[in-house]
């Protein structure tokens, strides 16, 4: 049986349109044919997981292309890279935006746009023994861009509780997105599929609701807003933050404590937030129907406030500092996809 086809099947050499792998990338400080690079099979950072990334999106409005949030995206990458002592990348949040703005010039992606940093460990130095190290190791940055169209509503997910439990904290630094980490989320996400849902929700070591396997939780109780501390055992998303921020300023209390399972059966609402997801609502659980089994009011509202932030003319939302304009370049000609000496390091 053959697959359908993926977001990464685009040839490269196509202009890209809704969907697909943008023709350039950014690797190792050249920008080259997204289809050009070539790791080593010695990558540090494939066999140990000792790589972290990010997910940033741009969305295409009235406005023109606009990136959201990024400075944040790259600050996180950064106390990512401090953790996994990755220091020979450019180093501070306005370099990696710079990049990222040529690299979304250079796609001139049609519609919304999915951004793919990753920093990550290469290969031992001289004098490295073999093994599992952070320091004596290189490394390496690379970025991709996918076309990548997003819905100004709230999708509707069904969740099962899911038997993995999100690493603690003393195990994995998991307010960053380390690669390794992604290893709970994916065991998570498959044996949700595998038993009919769309995506898990997991629980921390003390049998308290952490997140989704890639979103954060809320949920929703007589109009106010629950979800847990980002001081949990779970990555702190800026979506969330998004989401506090906005519904605190239009009205809507938001408070930050623990959730039992409980919580989620009995709440009006639940519903995730993330880059990749926006806010998506949880109609069902685990077999259980949460509220009325279908998107209820708070989620719609937030859903809305989150597009409108993610479209708005800069300041129209009254954060201009989210959104920065990609402003189109002249047509490049297309890259070679031919691997270019030096990219094979
Ligand atoms: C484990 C996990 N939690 C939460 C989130 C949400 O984070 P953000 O809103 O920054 O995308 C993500 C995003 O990918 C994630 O992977």
Redesign the pocket.
């Known amino acids: 049986m053959t697959a359908g086809p993926s977001l990464l099947d685009a040839a490269p050499q196509q202009r890209p349109t809704q969907l697909g792998l943008g023709p350039w990338a950014y690797d190792r400080g050249e920008f080259v044919a997204a289809t050009a690079p070539r790791l080593p099979l010695s990558t540090q950072g494939l066999h140990y997981g000792t790589a972290v990334f990010e997910?940033i999106r741009a969305y295409r409005s009235e406005h023109g292309l606009q990136l959201f949030r990024a400075r944040e995206h790259y600050e996180r990458l950064l106390r990512g890279c401090r953790i996994l002592r990755i220091t020979g990348i450019p180093s501070t949040a306005q370099e990696l935006i710079d990049i990222t703005v040529e690299l979304l010039r250079r796609n001139a992606h049609e519609g919304d746009v999915y951004v793919r940093p990753v920093a990550h460990k290469l290969s031992l130095l001289p004098g490295t023994p073999p093994g599992v190290s952070l320091a004596g190791v290189s490394d390496a940055l690379s970025l991709t861009t996918f076309g990548y169209p997003t819905s100004s509503g709230a999708a509707e997910v069904r969740c099962a509780l899911s038997a993995w439990r999100r690493p603690s904290s003393d195990a994995l630094p998991v307010q960053a997105?380390t690669a390794g980490g992604y290893v709970t989320?994916a065991l998570a996400c498959d044996e949700a599929r595998a038993a009919g849902y769309d995506d898990a929700i997991l629980l921390d070591r003390w049998g308290n609701v952490a997140?989704a396997s890639?979103?954060?939780v809320f949920v929703v109780r007589d109009g106010v807003l629950v979800t847990p501390p980002a001081s949990g055992d779970?990555?702190p998303?800026?979506?969330?933050d998004t989401v506090i921020t906005l519904c605190r300023e239009t009205g809507t209390t938001v408070l930050e404590r623990t959730l039992s399972p409980a919580d989620l059966y009995t709440a009006d609402e639940v519903f995730l937030?993330?880059?990749?997801k926006g806010v998506a609502s949880v109609v069902e659980l685990s077999g259980r129907a949460i509220g009325s089994g279908t998107t209820g009011p708070v989620a719609a509202r937030v859903a809305a406030l989150y597009h409108t932030a993610t479209t708005a003319r800069g300041g129209d939302v009254g954060h201009p500092e989210w959104l920065l304009t990609v402003t189109p370049s002249e047509p490049l000609p297309h890259p070679s996809s031919t691997p270019s000496e030096g990219t094979n390091r």
Do not use: P, Q, V
Not at 237 to 240: A, D, E, F, N, S
């Open positions: 997910g997105k989320s997140e890639t979103a954060n779970l990555l998303g800026i979506t969330r937030t993330s880059t990749g």
